[in-house]
């Protein structure tokens, strides 16, 4: 079993790209289940295996403490932490061999309070990975994209596992558009040359000083287009997959 994060920012299409690959691995004939993790969500585009929400009620939990919509989810996520052996028990049941996790619209309550990791380390035993979304038109500007490489490495951070770098909604940008921020990701001279033309004064320092910083990690993140509208990327996207985390082989074994 491999357990899959698709994290992101909010609106990112976190929710839409675990609905579009979860049914593009059911057609490769790939034994998928998918969870939600989002205690706040009121709609999901699939039927998750397991439903953070069946643990959890936001709306009760805001009227009980008098909270409201966001300090209720951060009391969800601990809430949720609590009940993680539970949760644990219900996806080794599914006896999947890929699950994916669908997470919070609040980013930050998954990735920077206590509770977030937690989770991540105790849900099961399994090997893990993070999919992280870039969203295409947010990243088009490059101060946007330099912003959202921090967040990516601070996630990374947290984590420390694996973790696959997509560009979302690709479908939204011209192609020549979508090629650049790739470019960005495997060129830092790409990224150097459009931090020049596009940006000028105290972003174009920022940006660049940004980006230097980012260098000296040692982090490179290259990014899959991918569009969970018109299925662009999956096959690039399971391979990414299969290469890094079954060295190369099927996650079926
Ligand atoms: N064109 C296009 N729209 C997309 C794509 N993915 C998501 N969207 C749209 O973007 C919006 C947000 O998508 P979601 O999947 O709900 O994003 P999310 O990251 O789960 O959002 P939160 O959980 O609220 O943070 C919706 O209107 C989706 O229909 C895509 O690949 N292409
Ligand atoms: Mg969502």
Redesign the pocket.
Known sequence: MLILFII?????????????FSEWLKISKQNVAVVNL?PG?LKL?YSPDVDVRNYVDIGSLMEEYGLGPNGALIMAADLIADEIERISKEIEELKSDIVLV??????ELFAFRASGPYIASELTREPKAIIY?FDCVFSVNPLNYVSNLFLSAAVYNRFLLPQVHLL?????LPKDEVDKIVDWSASRKALEVSIEEKLEGTKRLLSRNMMNALYQLGLKFLLIP?????NEGMTNFNMALERILAGGEKYTY
Do not use: R
């Open positions: 992101g920012t909010a609106g990112s299409g976190k929710s839409l790209l675990t609905a579009a989002d969500v585009p669908d997470t919070s619209g609040q980013m979304l979302s909604k690709c479908d939204l991918l569009s969970a509208k018109t």
